[in-house]
């Protein structure tokens, strides 16, 4: 049971470029984040999903895509970086409602824009 | 709408000693509470989480932390601190009116705790 798993663990972009950021969970999930922190804040919301095909806006959504055609996959895209997405990314899962809304996080991914 | 504020960015201590990490709260319906804890260029881990049950919440460690409605607290203590200890902490809401919906939880900007000999 590896939990959540993302990759890749740095990736420096140029302005410009594109890429995706993979993310991997092996308990069953229905519901899975991606977040985005920045020095000295907490994790702000991306986008989130209830469940394969389903997804939807967080708080900071601009210049992000995703998908969610499995319940294991989550990807996160940047389709035109800018050095406003410098930061690390972590995504996370949780179970369904009824259970307490703790959420399980990967080790991150460190993106530097330049 | 909900929030956290988590009243210092940084807190020392000496090793053995007790630690106290200071979070308040504003939620507009009863919330779960959680402290995470990220450990330099690591993903946060649970350390953990209040939902309504004891007020007094144990989690790993030897960290507890005690949920005040009275004062919207959600203090984090541990009696003797371990060089181990020294890492990011962060106090999480999430609004338990959120059955049926994704659990959004907001996240206050965290207290760097450094332990000292």
């Known amino acids: 049971n590896a939990g959540v798993t993302q990759t890749p663990k740095f990736r420096i972009l140029k302005i410009g470029q594109s890429m995706t950021l993979q993310c991997t969970q092996d308990m069953n999930h229905n519901y899975m984040y991606w977040y985005r922190q920045d020095p000295g804040m907490g994790l702000k919301l991306i986008y989130y999903s209830v469940g394969a095909g389903i997804t939807d806006k967080g708080e900071v959504p601009n210049g992000y895509n995703v998908s969610r055609s499995t319940t294991e996959d989550f990807p996160l895209r940047l389709e035109l970086a800018a050095p406003s997405q410098t930061s690390v990314y972590f995504c996370?899962?949780?179970?369904?409602?009824?259970?307490?809304?703790?959420?399980?996080f990967g080790p991150g991914t460190r993106l530097t824009v330049t | 709408a909900q929030s956290v504020t988590q009243l210092d960015s940084h807190v020392s201590v000496s090793e053995g000693t007790p630690v106290l990490l200071r979070c308040n709260y504003s939620?507009?319906?009863?919330?779960?509470l959680f402290w995470y804890v990220q450990h330099p260029n690591k993903g946060l881990q649970l350390l953990l989480k209040?939902?309504?049950?004891?007020?007094l919440v144990k989690g790993i460690n030897g960290f507890e932390a005690e949920f005040k409605k009275s004062e919207t607290s959600f203090h984090l203590t541990k009696p003797s601190a371990h060089m181990s200890d020294a890492a990011e902490y962060f106090c999480?809401?999430?609004?338990?009116?959120?059955?049926?919906?994704?659990?959004?939880?907001?996240f206050g900007t965290g207290t760097r705790l450094q332990v000292t000999l």
């Open positions: 209040y939902t309504s049950a004891a007020t």
């Open positions: 939620s507009s319906y009863s919330p779960s």
């Open positions: 996370a899962s949780s179970y369904s409602p009824g259970q307490p809304y703790e959420q399980y």
């Open positions: 999480v809401v999430s609004d338990r009116r959120d059955t049926g919906t994704a659990s959004k939880l907001t």
